[in-house]
């Protein structure tokens, strides 16, 4: 199935206040000294993603929020997360490093419920038809993360789990909030359900969908 997500209202081009793609910040994992993870923009929806002056539907919730990518000692663990802006507001200033096509992973999330389910990888949409039997977890729901949150999953990601603080995330039972099918248990239960071709990219689900840089110009 590869159905069209319908155009929204217009949006903006963005402002002065959009970090370039390349944008790079570090941010502090503990408090010990040079314990740092680096976060590069790779966009901003309202400025990078919006096709005719429209952001598609499952960008909406992420509309004033950045996409980045996250690397620890220079590898990297998280390949596409939404986050708020305080974010790069709060980190110290790196050298820019260029983004590709390729660097444009953004997180699967869960729109609707019942019937009227969707995954929405990106700007692409996918029923899932749940009939009210499958219940959706609040972790896979549209949501960018603060620096607070974002810290404590890089940690998770690096396998640092032990070297977060709060007792609760390190009860087994807690269910981290990725806010990404991608990384949640049985991930791919859910690409299943949805009918994503096994091993599809994102690139690949954009040209299937004829959305985002696929999409047909006037």
């Known amino acids: 199935m590869t159905p069209l997500s319908p155009p929204s209202r217009p949006r903006d081009r963005g402002g002065p206040s959009d970090p370039l793609p390349g944008t790079r910040v570090t941010i502090p994992l503990t408090d010990a000294p040079g314990d740092l993870a680096v976060v590069r923009v790779i966009a901003a929806p309202r400025r990078d993603m919006a096709r005719a002056g ?3 539907t499952p960008l909406l919730p992420f509309a004033d929020s950045l996409l980045v990518d996250v690397s ?4 990297l663990v998280l390949p596409g997360a939404w986050v708020q802006r305080e974010v790069l507001d709060r980190g110290t200033p790196l050298a820019p490093v260029r983004v590709g096509a390729v660097d444009l992973r953004p997180p699967a999330v869960i729109a609707g419920d019942g019937e009227q389910a969707q995954l929405h990888w990106g700007e692409t949409v996918w029923p899932l038809d749940l009939g009210g039997v499958v219940a959706i977890p609040p972790t896979a729901r549209a949501s960018a993360h603060p ?4 810290r404590r999953l890089v940690l998770v990601a690096a396998g640092r789990r032990a070297d977060i603080a709060l007792t609760l995330w390190q009860d087994p039972g807690f269910e981290l909030p990725w806010h990404d ?8 239960r859910w690409f299943e359900l949805a009918e994503v071709p096994v091993g599809m990219r994102y690139s690949d689900a954009e040209q299937a969908q004829g959305v ?3 999409r047909q110009r006037p």
């Not at 620890?72 to 590898?75: F, L, M, P, T």
């Not at 620096?147 to 974002?150: E, F, P, Q």
């Not at 099918?181 to 791919?188: D, E, G, Q, S, T």
């Open 54 to 56: 429209r952001l598609g």
């Open 72 to 75: 620890v000692d220079g590898r």
């Open 147 to 150: 620096l607070s949150r974002l």
């Open 181 to 188: 099918v991608r990384l949640l248990p049985h991930a791919a």
């Open 212 to 214: 985002g840089r696929a």
